[in-house]
């Protein structure tokens, strides 16, 4: 039997996490309409998860939906199989970067990120033609790539053209009507935040992705493919390039994690004044962040 496609697996993991945050049991699930809308999908899509819904045991029957239980861990589809080559392949290049296993000017082959990323070299060969168009790996003259050095003046081109992109977002979703699926979206944020806080220190390795997503939510409102490109990059290097310097990790993450949830109250209330006051408060601690981090290594002085 074929596996089922990623973007339904996508659709269904989104549509269980707003029943498990918006639906008691015993209430009706919303419109097809609204589902499609949730999901970002079509309602043929929205259909074919029902089906699934159904199948676990999670509604009656597809006429009548009703929530009979709430989502369980194993009703959601794992995340690692959501992933496309090209992600697998540059998560797994951030993470080597993460670790210092490729510091700057290392060289590495096509052949171990495939290895590493499950991928087929092809694929790598593809995804680094296109991401060294950033400027930020090298192909070798003899074969092999290199990683290059991420320099000040790059951090801060890289951080003007982030803050215009991430404040036109901001005023996207001010600007929305109320009652948008996205502000659904900006609940479950918020609660997942609340959560993060009340359990640090001891879950900060779980911001990276958070603050990812959160990232990505508002990148993706404005429907932009040079945005979603550059949320990419940002990731890379604001927040794996800063990561090097692991002295001041954890009390970084719980400001960092304070001044998200300031953004995301802001952007909740359709404030937008304080809205784009804490994207800015929070941008300028992300250029320091950055830039410290920068000239640690230019120095020498990054411990490990």
């Avoid at 009703?66 to 496309?84: M, N």
């Avoid at 479950?188 to 939510?217: C, M, S, V, W």
């Avoid at 960092?256 to 209330?269: D, I, N, P």
Wanted: aromatic fraction near 8%; proline fraction near 4%; hydrophobic fraction near 45%.
């Amino acid at each position: 039997m074929a596996k089922p496609p990623l973007i339904f697996k996508r659709s269904t993991n989104t549509l269980l996490r707003y029943l498990d945050a918006s639906v008691a049991v015993g209430d009706a699930l919303p419109s097809e309409q609204r589902m499609a809308e949730l999901t970002q999908g079509s309602r043929t899509a929205v259909r074919s998860s029902l089906a699934y819904l159904h199948s676990r045991g999670l509604i009656a029957a597809l006429r009548d939906r009703r929530l009979l239980r709430k989502p369980q861990a194993d009703d959601y589809f794992d995340e690692a199989e959501l992933q496309s080559g090209a992600v697998r392949i540059q998560e797994v290049l951030m993470e080597r970067i993460y670790r210092n296993d490729l510091p700057p000017g290392a060289d590495f082959s096509e052949a171990e990120l495939a290895r590493a990323a499950g991928a087929s070299t092809i694929s790598v060969r593809e995804f680094l033609i296109g991401f060294s168009r950033f400027g930020l790996i090298e192909k070798k003259p003899q074969g092999g790539w290199r990683l290059c050095a991420f320099d000040r003046t790059f951090a801060t081109e890289l951080e003007q053209v982030r803050r215009m992109f991430e404040l036109a977002a901001v005023e996207q979703l001010v600007s929305l009507p109320a009652g948008h699926p996205a502000f659904e979206q900006l609940d479950d944020l918020i609660r997942r935040h609340d959560a993060l806080k009340a359990g640090l220190p001891d879950n900060y390795a779980d911001f990276p992705a958070l603050d990812r997503e959160l990232h990505t939510f508002l990148i993706g409102l404005l429907n932009n493919r040079f945005a979603f490109s550059l949320n990419d990059l940002v990731s890379l290097v604001f927040h794996y390039h800063y990561q090097w310097d692991k002295g001041e990790e954890r009390p970084r993450i719980q400001h960092a994690v304070q001044e998200h949830l300031v953004l995301l109250c802001a952007l909740a209330r359709r404030d937008r004044a304080a809205a784009l006051a804490a994207m800015n408060k929070h941008l300028d601690s992300a250029r320091r962040t950055m830039l410290d981090a920068v000239l640690k290594r230019t120095r020498g002085t990054v411990p490990h």
